[in-house]
C-alpha cells in the first residue's frame, strides 16, 4: 500500500497516462496503470505534473520592502541600490524575517519549493544574515533555502566587507558570492573575482557571482570568473548571474568567451523580469533588450537557469512569486518560440536550475523526493503560455497548497456554459 499515488498524468518529458507512487516521502514507482491500495489518490486527469520550480537567484532579505524608504522613481539598478543602502541601517531582524517568509507562503502557493538567495554582508552589523539564518531553519520542512554571501557594495569598495563576507559564512552562509562591475575600478572588479574564488576553493564552497550586470560591452569580469574556476579548480561549482553585458558585445569576443565558460563547467543563471527592466536605459532607440544570449549558452551545453531575482522592493516594483512568469518573459525576449524551446525553458525553472543548486533527491524518477506541483495544463508550452493554477503543491508525499481549477461561466446563446482556459490549445504532434 502507497501513502499516496498520482492516477492518469502528464510529465513534463512528454509522457502521458502516467502514475507516480509515494512511499515514506520518496517516489517509489512512476508508470502507467498502478493498482495498489494507497492512503490519498489524487487524479490528475491528463494534466501536467511537474518537480516543483526552483528560483537559483533571489533576494530574499529585500523582498517586498517596495516603498522604503522610499519609491526607485528613475528605475534603475543605481537608484535601487542607493535606496536599499539608505535602507539598510534601519533594518531590523523582526522586520527581515516578516517579510521573507509572507514571501515563502506566496511561493509555495506557486509551486516554488527551493529558493536561492543573495544576503547582503555589506553592513558589519550582519542583521541580513541572521535572519535569514533563522529564515533557512524555519521554512526548511517545506522549502529548501541556500544563502550566499553577498558585498552588495562591493568586495573591495567599502572597508569592512571582507571581514563581514568571513564572518557571514562562519555564520552558515554556504555560497561565495560578488559584484566586480561594481567595484570602482575594472582592476578592482578582477582582484574581487580571484579573492572570492579563493576563499570558496579554501572552504570548499560553491561559488555564484553577479557578474557584468551592466549594458557596457567592455564589462567582461564572467571571463576573468571562467579562468579563476579552472585556476582553482571549482568546475561545476560556478554560477554567473545576469551576465547582460554579453547582449552588447560584438559576436567575435562571445564566440571566444562561452567556449571558455564551458571548459569551465560554469552554469549561467540569467533573471529576464529585471534584465528586461533595468538594462538599456541609457539608450534611446535603437534599445537594447539586455538579457543574456541564452540560445547560444544552450547550444555550447552551458547549464541555464532562470531566476526570479526580485518582487516588490528597490529594484522591481512587479513580480508575483511565479516562476512561469520568468519563463513566459525569457521565451518572449529571446524567440524561443518553438515546442522545443519552450520545454527548454520550461526545464530553466526546474530541473536546470535544480541541477545548478545541486538539490538532492529532485525530480520526478523512483528515489526522488515526493516534491511535485500539478497544474491547470496540458504540457510545457500551455504551462508557460497560460501561467495556469497549482492544483496541488506536494512536500515529501503531503499536500501543503493547493489552488481550485480556474473556470469562468459564460451567458451566450448558443455557447458553452463553462470555459476552461487548459482546454483551448490545439493538439500538436511533438
Not at 542583521?127 to 526548511?140: G, I, K, P, Q
Not at 576553493?201 to 560553491?206: E, F, S
Request: proline letters at 6%; hydrophobic letters at 40%.
Amino acid at each position: 500500500m502507497f501513502d499516496l499515488v498520482i492516477k492518469n498524468a502528464t510529465l513534463p518529458d512528454g509522457r502521458t497516462g502516467v502514475d507516480v507512487a509515494v512511499q515514506d516521502e520518496r517516489i517509489a514507482a512512476v508508470e502507467p496503470g498502478i493498482t495498489a491500495e494507497a492512503g490519498q489518490t489524487i487524479d490528475a486527469d491528463g494534466l501536467l505534473l511537474s518537480p516543483p520550480f526552483v528560483d537559483p537567484h533571489f533576494h530574499m532579505d529585500a523582498t517586498l520592502s517596495l516603498g522604503l524608504p522610499r519609491m526607485n522613481v528613475s528605475g534603475t539598478l543605481l537608484e535601487g541600490i542607493a535606496l536599499w543602502g539608505e535602507l539598510r541601517p534601519t533594518l531590523t531582524t523582526e522586520a527581515l524575517i516578516d517579510r521573507a517568509l509572507r514571501y515563502c507562503d506566496l511561493a509555495v502557493s506557486k509551486g516554488l519549493l527551493a529558493v536561492r538567495s543573495h544576503v547582503d554582508v555589506s553592513d558589519p552589523r550582519l542583521v541580513t544574515v541572521e535572519a535569514m539564518l533563522e529564515v533557512r531553519d524555519r521554512v526548511a520542512p517545506y522549502l529548501d533555502l541556500q544563502l550566499v554571501a553577498f558585498p552588495q557594495d562591493g568586495y573591495y569598495r567599502e572597508t569592512g566587507v571582507e571581514e563581514a563576507l568571513s564572518r557571514a559564512l562562519d555564520m552558515g552562509v554556504e555560497i561565495v558570492g560578488g559584484i566586480p562591475h561594481f567595484e570602482r575600478t575594472m582592476e578592482d572588479g578582477a582582484r574581487s573575482v580571484e579573492a572570492l574564488c579563493r576563499i570558496a576553493a579554501d572552504r570548499g564552497l560553491m561559488v555564484d557571482m553577479h557578474c557584468d550586470e551592466t549594458d557596457d560591452p567592455m564589462s567582461r569580469h564572467v571571463e576573468t570568473l571562467a579562468a579563476q574556476t579552472v585556476r582553482f579548480g571549482l568546475q561545476g561549482r560556478v554560477a554567473g548571474s545576469h551576465l547582460t553585458s554579453m547582449h552588447s558585445m560584438d559576436n567575435y569576443y562571445v564566440s571566444k568567451l562561452l567556449p571558455l565558460m564551458a571548459e569551465a563547467q560554469m552554469a549561467a543563471i540569467p533573471n529576464p523580469l529585471i534584465n528586461m527592466m533595468l538594462q538599456g536605459r541609457h539608450d534611446t532607440y535603437p534599445k537594447r533588450r539586455g538579457l543574456t544570449r541564452i540560445p547560444q549558452m544552450m547550444e555550447m551545453g552551458i547549464p541555464v537557469g532562470l531566476g526570479q531575482d526580485c518582487v516588490m522592493d528597490p529594484w522591481y516594483s512587479m513580480g508575483t512569486g511565479d516562476l512561469l512568469d520568468v519563463a513566459h518573459m525569457a521565451v518572449h525576449a529571446t524567440q524561443l518560440g518553438s515546442i522545443e524551446d519552450k520545454r527548454a525553458m520550461f526545464d530553466a525553472v526546474t530541473v536546470n536550475s535544480a541541477r545548478i543548486m545541486g538539490l538532492e533527491g529532485y525530480g520526478l524518477d523512483v528515489g526522488c523526493h515526493a516534491d511535485m506541483v500539478l497544474l491547470q495544463a496540458r504540457d510545457t508550452a500551455e504551462a508557460i503560455r497560460l501561467r495556469p493554477n497549482r492544483l496541488k503543491v506536494i512536500r515529501r508525499g503531503k499536500v501543503i497548497a493547493e489552488t481550485p481549477v480556474e473556470r469562468s461561466r459564460l451567458s451566450l446563446q448558443g455557447r458553452p456554459e463553462v470555459l476552461n482556459p487548459a482546454s483551448y490549445a490545439p493538439r500538436i504532434a511533438v
